[in-house]
């Protein structure tokens, strides 16, 4: 490969995807100037919050060469126990703690199934994926609605205003943003999630303690998804236990919209925020002019297709055609 | 010695047939709602659906991948062939329900082989572009009024075995045959063994990967088919979820998910054999909720047994090279 294009690859790692969600805010401005006003850009940047917060946990497990398909489920529980745990009169404080000790239990499990019991990530997580949608359904099998005593504290969560102009929904995406940049690119464990995540006998033989890793990593996601589960609670005001479904792929869409190699070990946390905010971008802009769920599906699909047709380019140009 | 790790072989590759004879043995002892005829019927009826389209994912995964698009498949197959049916006949719109899948098959494929999409995330948009393409087509259901067509799934041969149940064993050969007995199969499991190998060995790894994928369209079109038959309507929202039925049906089967090897017949066993805990619980009347619990639970035992399995062989090959080693130096 040529120097220029090797260039070009470097700046389109860094940079495509913001290239991507600018062309389709161009083009959709075009079409509709409401789209683009700065009252629709907060909503959409609001929406995202939750696949976001998600999202981060998701960039960790993928990097570490993994997936975590029960996200979804544990979005449930956790919105299904913040519920159940207000409505029985508890403190506001306590019943997030609750959500999120679930959420890493949750983690704790998957992990130990992977790295104990050797199954593969992928099946793991798809069998505790109906195991904790089952567990939700039996803890609490209708939705519970929310009533607004109840619902004050938690409310703040998603109509607060932090300082009285930021959003809490945006705040704690750019909080978890924050965090997730300074532990994935400063900390030992960020280097050990990309080391495992690129070659696993290699951190192994280089002393890395894989398993306490891998079980991390799956506490990690867990527990950005208890997060997101008690920010959707707020925003909907119902505890449901069908909340989370199909879930897991609209974190997985972001993370791999993101950049984020499949193959493990490279991650990319900038990309993975831009890419959930361009998932719900798409599908509230489309919304907007009119079009059906039908046609948002579809349009994120594409743009998931297009995403990646550009990363195979890459891959071809890299290694020939072989 | 030798005796006992020949039983344990030939345990590891029926393992699943003797727990599923196990379990019914069970089952009819303990419940006399199993004691009928009508309810092994119905339990092949159900689990062929399922077993048609998981003949065609075994392929995928023998060669290390996955198809997730094959729910949304389904729900555009149903869509198309109930508008189709009522104009075009039986058998036409089975063909076109047939090229449909094959289409939906080789565009999955051409995206993973010429594209280098990994198939897990390429099969994953499709999943979601198809399933839209279904909703557009058509947002509601449809029932479907031909008692012909419905006669596929219900009819029973000598009033005995369903016909639903004969299709997926003729499938089943089919796919046994082309697995085994022919240059395709050979490639694709020599690709789940290696895929590197694979290539430098000159296999022409891009065409047998859409080929894969395009069986898995096929075989998917002709369960699309059953189904509709078997229930009579169709809407785009059905069936959600049964690729990861399907995925465990050909992983409790045995297939292993790294690739390389794996059996259509134990598949096909395995799917009767989730169909046949799932009708238990109903009948012992385990709450709904618990079910999905047990399903998981169930799932996780049968990833983990191969796991075990393992241990179990590295032990016994230890132990053989340790006894042989100690002979030699006892002979010198």
Redesign the interface.
Known sequence: MSKKAKKFWLIWDRIGILCILLTVMIVFGILDSRIVSPAQLLTALNRSAVSGIAAAGMMFAICAGGFDLSVGSILSLTSCIIAMQLTEGKSTLFAIAMTLIAGGVCGIINGLLITKLKIQTFVATLATQLAFAGVTLVYCNKAIQLTSKVNSQLKFFSTGKLLGILPMPIALLILAYIITYLVYNFTPFGTKVRAVGSNEPAARTTGIKVDVTLILVFIVTGISAAIAGVLNTAQVSIGDPSLGEGFELDAITAVVLGGTALSGGKGNVFGTLVGAILVVFVKMGLNILGAGEAYQKLAVAIVLLFALTINGIKLIMEKGDK | MEKKRRLHIEYGDHGILYALIIFWIVLIITNENFRGLAFFQTILTKASLNAICGIGMTFAVISGA?DLSVASQVALNGVVLTLILPKMGIFPSIIVILLLGALMGTINGL?IS?????S???T??????Y???A??IN?SPVVVDNSGFKKIAAYKIAGIIPTAFLICIILGILGTIILRKMKLGRNILAIGNSREAA?ISGINVAKTEIMIYLLIGLFTAASSVIIVSYLGSSN?GMQSGLE?TV??AV?LGGTA??GGKGSIFNTIVAAVFLISIRSAMDSFGV???????????I??IA??IT?IRNIINTILVKRKAKKQLSMQKASK
Do not use: C, H, N, T
Not at chain 2, 114 to 118: C, E, N, Q
């Open positions: 996955f995206l010429k594209l280098r999409i990994p897990f995330i390429a994953l948009a499709m999943q979601m572009a399933r839209a393409l909703q557009l947002s290539i785009y990861f995925i465990s992983v998910l790294i709450d709904s909720y618990w079910q999905r619990v047990v399903e998981g639970v799932l996780i990833f983990s796991e």
